[in-house]
């Protein structure tokens, strides 16, 4: 009921608009149109090759539509490349999290956005402490507790590394954050713990999408889900709306009921 | 901003499990105990080589021996230097032996016509260009770039040999001759220069924005991508600055000899990658430190130096570097999988004597009861 009350709101974060994609004479992506608003958790799911990752490339930056445009903080954004998604507050959560092992908790949680001293020029000096502290407050919100911020993240716990990963993606002040198979290679606590970190994420009023397979895990952590066929959108629900079964169907076979 | 309780059970359950021993072990271990364990083992080397070297020849610890040996090892240094930050970033340039030859000919050649400030920037120009080139073909090129610094070592070697026809510069001017061998403060400019080389890489890799980027890039290129740092520039920026690096110590050997000859850079490449991993960079990127590299080149330079004074064929010396670097990066490989095992004995432990309390009635399956019965 309250994603119902919010989606009426007029300010999406991120809002496509007929987006087509082809690769080479494939279509990958035809005239699909959503839009994210903030603190929901949308789910982008669908069997392999309906397009879910190709679409959220195309939200980071990675990919450009072929036709249709990604509007994000109320304009459209042409030639949208990762740096300046990443700039306009569009972050993401990779499915092996892409954590610099060789780092510390701190390190990565402040990577590319370090608090900085003194500059000369390009030199630019590293405020480490502020840098731990700013870390530190970042992990907590998220939820997880790490004591040793320097150690490298090689030797942490999966959901010590996942909560660094989210920290990182939260640091900036996203707007959104894209999950890509945030459970995939989970057992069933990580799991549970995974899609409680996802709710607190979007409780903080943080559009999030999480790409999934799990029909489970998305019928847990969904405000509204989206289902891809073949490059379409053949479902948009709010979750209190649908059932499991339809949500499998139209992952499946394609038909919405 | 407490942590919630189920993340918190989970965290708790992956510590129990390593145990209470294990839990000690980490705390007492420092972050860079690998980088520590290396420095220490180079220093410990040194000082054995200093102690025989004391026993059996006592003049090599004059201070003009001491002038020799800082002398020589500027362009092993100042090479060091960059290789460092270029493997610690992933990267790597085998062609820097080239490289040198390039800068130290065009930077001799223009000392006689030009001054010899303007024929040292020719020099690090020189150097900066033909390491552009390697930036721009290890981005471009998507193959390993010990592959493409392997072919430009040998295309810019024949650039260097056909610009000469392999015929050395003798007799540079004296005023370009001048600047490797005047003293500053008692000491030669050549290590001055390499001083400063040393402390600035040392400041830029390990307090600066730019260092901890190199080091991230190193560790995951992905990770550094998605976090907005511009990879490409730094990469590209790395191999450029070498070169430059490369082409200055290239014009600062032909002032110190008053001559330049293609030949004088032959296996600066691999001298360079030889002290860097034996100063505990690791080669795949992402660890490692410009005072254990210094440390390693120290080494370097005083087993050369050793064994001459010592009157040991020289190129037994060939046998002792190379000896040197293999058994530091086996000791490396060792005690990591001792440690390894350690801990996996400390865990083993730790849960038999679990499951022997639960025998005693306490239950297991929940970590947090286990703690807390």
Request: aromatic fraction near 6%; charged fraction near 15%; proline fraction near 4%.
């Amino acid at each position: 009921m309250a994603a119902v009350a919010v989606a009426n709101s007029p300010d999406p974060v991120v809002r496509c608009r007929s987006i087509t994609k082809y690769f080479g004479g494939v279509q990958a992506l035809a005239n699909v149109s959503l839009s994210l608003i903030p603190g929901e958790v949308l789910c982008l799911v669908g069997d392999n090759g309906a397009g879910k990752t190709t679409l959220s490339k195309i939200i980071c930056g990675q990919l450009h539509p072929d036709a249709g445009d990604v509007w994000i903080g109320g304009r459209p954004r042409p030639r949208l490349t990762p740096l300046k998604a990443l700039e306009l507050g569009i972050a993401i959560v990779p499915q092996d999290l892409a954590l610099c092992e060789n780092l510390g908790a701190s390190d990565n949680v402040m990577l590319g956005h370090e608090p900085v001293q003194l500059s000369l020029g390009p030199i630019r000096f590293l405020d480490s402490r502020r840098a731990r502290r700013e870390a530190l407050k970042q992990i907590n919100e998220v939820g997880v507790q790490i004591d040793k911020l320097d150690i490298p993240v090689r030797t942490m716990s999966g959901g010590q590394r996942q909560a660094i990963a989210i920290a990182r993606a939260m640091v900036r002040g996203s707007t959104l954050i894209v999950f890509d198979e945030p459970t995939a290679a989970l057992g069933v606590r990580q799991t549970e713990a995974t899609i409680q970190l996802i709710r607190r994420v979007a409780r903080r009023q943080i559009a999030v999408m999480v790409i999934s397979h799990s029909l489970k895990d998305v019928m847990a952590v969904a405000d509204r889900i989206v289902a891809l066929r073949l490059g379409e959108v053949i479902m948009d629900k709010a979750v209190s709306d649908t059932t499991a079964l339809e949500v499998g169907a139209a992952m499946s076979s394609g038909r919405a009921r | 901003m407490s942590a919630p309780p189920e993340v918190q059970t989970a965290e708790a359950a992956e510590h129990q499990r390593e145990g209470a021993l294990a839990a000690l072990w980490n705390r007492v271990r420092p972050a860079t105990s690998g980088q520590m364990w290396r420095n220490a083992g180079l220093i410990v080397a040194l000082v054995a080589l200093g102690v025989d070297l004391a026993i059996q020849r006592p003049y090599f610890f004059s201070k003009e021996n001491f002038e020799v040996l800082a002398t020589q090892m500027v362009t092993l240094g100042i090479a060091s230097v960059g290789m460092a930050a270029l493997i610690i970033s992933g990267n790597v340039d085998l062609s820097i032996g080239s490289i040198f030859a390039l800068g130290s000919t065009f930077a001799a050649r223009y000392s006689f016509n030009v001054d010899p400030l303007i024929a040292f920037a020719i020099g690090i120009f020189v150097g900066a260009a033909f390491g552009f080139i390697n930036g721009i073909l290890v981005w471009r090129i998507r193959i390993s770039p010990l592959i493409i610094t392997l072919g430009t070592l040998s295309l810019f070697l024949g650039i260097a040999l056909v610009i000469t026809q392999g015929v050395g510069i003798p007799n540079l001017p004296r005023r370009y001759a001048y600047f490797g061998q005047a003293h500053l403060l008692g000491l030669p400019l050549p290590v001055w220069c390499l001083l400063i080389v040393v402390v600035l890489g040392h400041v830029i890799l390990s307090r600066t924005t730019i260092g901890r980027h190199i080091y991230a890039i190193g560790g995951n290129r992905q990770a550094a991508e998605i976090a907005g740092i511009r990879v490409r520039r730094i990469v590209i920026g790395l191999f450029l600055v070498n070169g430059a690096l490369i082409g200055f110590t290239g014009a600062l050997a032909t002032s110190r000899f008053d001559a330049a000859d293609v030949q004088f850079g032959n296996g600066l490449g691999l001298d360079a990658i030889t002290a860097v991993i034996l100063g505990g960079v690791a080669f795949a990127g992402g660890e490692g430190t410009i005072v254990g590299v210094m440390l390693a080149v120290v080494l370097l330079t005083v087993i050369n130096g050793a064994f001459v004074a010592l009157g040991i064929d020289p190129y037994l010396g060939n046998v002792a570097k190379g000896g040197a670097l293999l058994i530091a990066v086996g000791l490396d490989q060792l005690t990591h999988e001792q440690r390894e095992r350690f801990r996996t004995m400390l865990a083993l432990r730790d849960l038999k004597a679990r499951h022997q309390q639960s025998d005693e009635g306490v239950d297991v399956s929940d970590p947090l009861k286990t703690r807390s019965g």
